[in-house]
């Protein structure tokens, strides 16, 4: 289903955006909290640099709005029209879903803003390796 070449592939396995052979991330965990944010500086194929300017990943902070919201209305949908809870539990429920999942979010939101900018490009890899 997934497969190289699909941004959706990229955005979900946190690989580089240009050639989808490497995470981006130092370790692929986001719930390893105090490593969330560690980004490797550069594509060891492609050799893409990750933060494209200076305070790049900023933007995500939009994306993340987005993708949290996403979430919030999944969870109230779960919570309220498949499990019947009333709404007290349903803002619990919410507030839990927003928690949890926070670590996702901001991944979520780094992968997606990344690859509105950065388009896959089967060739990259090649020319990286004729490059070295």
């Known amino acids: 289903m997934l497969k190289k070449g699909n941004k959706l592939y990229s955005i979900l396995t946190?690989?580089?955006?240009?050639?989808?052979?490497?995470?981006?991330?130092?370790?692929?965990?986001?719930?390893?909290?105090?490593?969330?944010?560690?980004?490797?500086?550069r594509c060891n194929t492609c050799d893409l640099k990750y933060k494209i300017e200076p305070s790049f990943f900023y933007g995500a902070m939009y994306v993340s709005y987005g993708v949290?919201?996403?979430?919030?209305?999944?969870?109230?949908?779960?919570a309220k029209l498949f499990i019947g809870a009333d709404l007290i539990q349903t803002f619990i429920a919410i507030v839990?879903?927003?928690?949890?999942?926070?670590?996702?979010?901001?991944?979520?939101?780094?992968?997606?803003w990344i690859n509105i900018f950065v388009k896959y490009d089967p060739k990259a890899k090649m020319a990286a390796s004729t490059k070295s």
């Open 68 to 78: 949290g919201i996403a979430f919030a209305v999944a969870a109230f949908v779960i």
């Open 96 to 112: 839990i879903t927003m928690v949890v999942f926070m670590p996702v979010i901001i991944r979520l939101s780094r992968n997606i």
């Open 14 to 41: 946190g690989s580089c955006p240009r050639c989808h052979e490497e995470s981006m991330y130092l370790d692929k965990n986001p719930y390893h909290l105090g490593k969330i944010f560690k980004m490797n500086d």
